[in-house]
């Protein structure tokens, strides 16, 4: 699997949006960006996921770059219940790997 | 719906006891994963299952560890005999599939071996 690069911690006003960046330079045609997030004490949740096409859902918004070398995950209205780490995760599809979750980005949302 | 099952939330134990930890995942789920989380390693992979059979257990730290899935509805992770650095959450998750999304994770084990 490539290796992703996070910042350690980011901060986010309350109603602002959140956008946090992954770096996968290595990224091979065959493998998606995953995003997961695991709020305190809490088992790790999944957000998003995509290949090379930008992705929204209700939770957030996906935006990978056209070389798929970096992509940024987008909390539009970032709220205190979003304070989290946030993993970005890239493996190849419906290969059988598990996910293997680097250090994350540690979110805090402040009012 | 209700979600991955693990049990025990906590566990404390003593070094050199027996422990058992559970987990019941998502009905018609057919992959399982469990996993290691501490502050300094992170969270790791122990063992994942597909249709019942380990698939990869290379993150089973020693033979001190074991884990088994008699059927497609539960699954448990023994560790014998316990040490204090077996300190951690274990998380247990469940998927259809075998893509990289909708992993769902239970709520954890909290171990404390004293």
């Known amino acids: 699997d490539a290796k992703t690069t996070q910042p350690p911690s980011m901060d986010c006003a309350e109603g602002r949006a959140a956008n946090l960046p992954c770096n996968h330079s290595?990224?091979?045609?065959?493998?998606?960006v995953y995003w997961y997030r695991q709020i305190h004490s809490q088992g790790p949740q999944y957000i998003i996921h995509?290949?090379?096409n930008n992705e929204t859902n209700e939770m957030a918004s996906l935006i990978i770059t056209e070389d798929r070398k970096s992509s940024t995950l987008i909390l539009p209205h970032a709220t205190l219940r979003d304070t989290a780490v946030y993993y970005c995760?890239?493996?190849?599809?419906?290969?059988?790997?598990?996910?293997?979750f680097g250090k994350g980005t540690s979110l805090l949302v402040t009012p | 719906d209700a979600g991955v099952i693990q049990s025990p939330r906590h566990e404390v134990t003593e070094m050199g006891q027996e422990v058992t930890l559970r987990c019941k995942p998502i009905?018609?789920?057919?992959?399982l994963f469990w996993y290691r989380q501490t502050m300094m390693r992170g969270l790791e992979l122990l063992i994942y299952?597909?249709?019942?059979?380990?698939?990869?257990d290379s993150g089973m730290p020693e033979d001190r560890f074991s884990a088994k899935m008699p059927n497609a509805s539960f699954s448990t992770l023994k560790i014998q005999p316990s040490e204090p650095r077996d300190s951690a959450v274990y998380f247990c998750?469940?998927?259809?599939?075998?893509?990289?999304?909708?992993?769902?994770f239970g709520s954890g084990t909290r171990l404390t071996v004293v």
């Open positions: 995760i890239v493996r190849v599809g419906g290969s059988g790997y598990a996910l293997n």
């Open positions: 009905s018609g789920h057919n992959s």
């Open positions: 290595t990224i091979s045609g065959n493998e998606y």
């Open positions: 998750a469940s998927i259809y599939g075998q893509s990289g999304y909708g992993y769902t």
């Open positions: 995509g290949l090379k």
């Open positions: 299952f597909n249709n019942n059979v380990p698939i990869d």
